[in-house]
């Protein structure tokens, strides 16, 4: 941990009230970066703030369904307005649910390429402006393990929009590269956060094993990476996607 690493920027993290986006908030608020958290959710944005702000964080918290462009578009524009710049995007709000092919709806389909893959659209375009009269900025998309060899658990459509996040990762990174703009991904596998509520102990179990490391991913594992990825100590990597599932899968 250096308390320096993002003094001066400031980043806007999407899904950030709690999970892998609340930790990269509170970690890198605490070297030094302006944050802008937004979640769908009231009563943990409020909770978030609370933490962000006992901390002595610089932040600003605003309610926001990343699968509509307005909201996207508003809370950048208030973040700009109150911090001046725009450096780092994480597009981290996601949706996942576990149904066969059979039962997935036409509403799961909708919402799920609504908050995964047009949320980062959104957010992406709306930033877009910002890094480019800077000449500097880092974008960071979450994908998964399932964007890259398919899901034979959830949905299908989850990874159909995860897989998508790794093209869009490779378009911006072509795109906003001669600007200064790296955009990288991330593909975690087996994370425990709230999204994973529907694997029971024993499958937690079964998948650790699984696992070369023999255990499962934490936020903090998820943090120190997107941090690195963040920081101008990664700016020569643009356009990659880096696999972080303790040896799951490789390639």
Known sequence: MREDRFTGKTAFITGSAQGIGFKV??????????????????????????????????????????????????????????????????????????????????????????????????????????MKKQNYGRIINISSICGKMGDHSTTYVYGASKGALLSVTRSVAYQLGPFGVTCNSIAPHAVMTKLMAYWDEGRKKDAAEKIPVRRLGTVEDMSNLLMFLASDEAGFINGENVNINGGYYMD
């Open 25 to 130: 908030a509170q970690d890198m608020a605490k070297e030094g970066a302006k944050v802008v958290i937004s979640d769908v959710d009231d009563g943990t944005l409020k909770e978030a703030g609370e933490l962000l702000a006992k901390a002595g964080a610089e932040y600003l918290a605003l309610k926001c369904d990343v699968s509509n462009r307005k909201q996207v578009e508003d809370v950048v524009k208030a973040g700009y307005e109150k911090f001046g710049r725009i450096d780092i995007l994480v597009n981290n709000a996601g949706i996942l649910k576990n149904f066969p092919i059979e039962e997935t709806t036409d509403e799961l389909i909708d919402a799920t390429i609504g908050i995964n893959v047009k949320g980062a659209l959104y957010a992406i375009r709306a930033v877009t402006p910002i």
